[in-house]
């Protein structure tokens, strides 16, 4: 899928990589846009999981944003290719399948949000437009994911 792009791909490549049959995948997914936003919505799910962890285990909203931060960008690889798919060629969706990852997205959005209203709540953080500082922290995670060497990387750095 990764060499031909999603759209080339077809549902037979798709069973293959699924290790089902064509009809099985069928009977769950009616279409490819199916499939994908289906696996998107559960890893985002996943990651709901995970920041609600940090949340619960860290009562200062200062360490518990870091800790959420470096869990993003803890992706792993597959990923962020997945959420470059999603950049380029989300728009070519239905709307409903957009609608539906559009929620998932803001699902983690306000999560993040709360974490920082706390934080300017209880006067560890200053006060300023919490959804703005919201969407620049997201969009900074995921440009540094897209750009940057994975922080896991047994690569060193030279200098």
């Known amino acids: ?13 798709i069973a293959v990589l699924a290790n089902m049959g064509k009809s099985s995948l069928y009977d769950f997914f009616k279409t490819k846009d199916e499939i994908v936003v289906y696996a998107v919505e559960k890893e985002i799910e996943k990651t709901i999981q995970q920041v609600h962890r940090i949340i619960d285990g860290e ?12 869990n993003h960008l803890r992706f792993p690889e597959q990923y962020r290719t997945v959420l470059m798919w999603l950049n380029t060629e989300s728009d070519y969706l239905e709307e409903e399948y957009r609608k539906r990852l559009k929620d998932a997205r803001y699902a983690y959005q306000d999560i993040i949000k709360s974490v920082i209203d706390n934080g300017v709540t209880t006067g560890i953080f200053r006060k300023t437009d919490t959804a703005l500082v919201t969407r620049l922290l997201i969009n900074s995670m995921l440009s540094i994911s897209y750009t940057s060497r994975p922080l896991d990387s047994s690569e060193k750095n030279v200098g």
């Open 59 to 70: 009562p200062s909203p200062q360490q518990c944003l870091r800790k959420i931060m470096l």
């Open 1 to 13: 899928m990764a060499e031909n792009g999603f759209q080339k791909t077809s549902m037979r490549e």
